[in-house]
């Protein structure tokens, strides 16, 4: 098993460009869920999924859009990336709100 | 009061002592706590978690100590090695709330 994985692993976005990251996970759950990482900020949930076809506000959505047209797959969406938005992003799934599994992230810089 | 405070923000413990991180939380629903650790260039990964049933768990050299009454509580690391230098974040949930609420994280360093 795979586990959860994240594609792409690095990304460098000039402001204004789009990009979509790509969560994939292999363990069957119904709750997946995405962070950013920010130093001294710990992880701050962006938008998360109870299952296929539902998305969710998390604490920081503004700038973000998600999607879960698969059971396995969460998808994130930037459609006009600013520098506020350059950080490390998670993405985690679990059965439940108990144990999270979480992905290797990716490394955004915003120019 | 969907806030978990966690401190300190960083901690430098030499090889064999005890490190002690802790966390404080408002919402008396929460009913799962949970500890994650971080390698730098790696995502979190699940340490140890309790339930407000207990006072304690212990799992080998990592023990969560609960304060239900003050709303507080704590990972202790035992005999601290330097395989333990890494970033350590606490959580808080219960049923029904479907997502974690984290901590801001503390950086350990065990120093040889």
């Known amino acids: 098993n795979a586990g959860v994985t994240q594609t792409p692993k690095f990304r460098v976005l000039k402001t204004g460009q789009s990009m979509t990251l790509l969560c994939a996970q292999d363990m069957n759950h119904e709750y997946m869920y995405w962070y950013r990482q920010d130093p001294g900020m710990g992880l701050r949930l962006i938008h998360y999924?109870?299952?296929?076809?539902?998305?969710a506000k998390g604490e920081v959505p503004d700038g973000y859009n998600v999607s879960r047209l698969k059971k396995q797959n969460f998808l994130l969406g930037l459609e006009s990336a600013a520098p506020s938005q350059t950080s490390v992003y998670f993405c985690a799934s679990s059965t439940s709100y108990n144990e999270q599994f979480f992905g290797p992230g990716t490394r955004l810089t915003v120019l | 009061q969907q806030q978990v405070k966690q401190s300190p923000q960083s901690l430098i413990v030499q090889k064999g002592g005890i490190s002690i991180i802790n966390c404080a939380y408002e919402?008396?629903?929460?009913?799962?706590f949970p500890w994650y650790q971080q390698f730098p260039g790696k995502g979190p990964a699940l340490l140890i978690a309790i339930r407000p049933d207990v006072s304690e768990k212990k799992e080998g050299r990592f023990t969560i100590s609960f304060n239900k009454s003050a709303k507080q509580f704590s990972l202790h690391i035992m005999d601290s090695q330097p395989g333990d230098s890494a970033t350590y974040f606490c959580?808080?949930?219960?049923?029904?709330?479907?997502?974690?609420?984290f901590g801001t994280g503390t950086r350990l360093l065990v120093s040889p």
């Open positions: 959580a808080a949930s219960y049923t029904g709330f479907q997502k974690l609420v």
């Open positions: 999924s109870v299952g296929e076809g539902t998305t």
């Open positions: 919402n008396t629903a929460f009913d799962y």
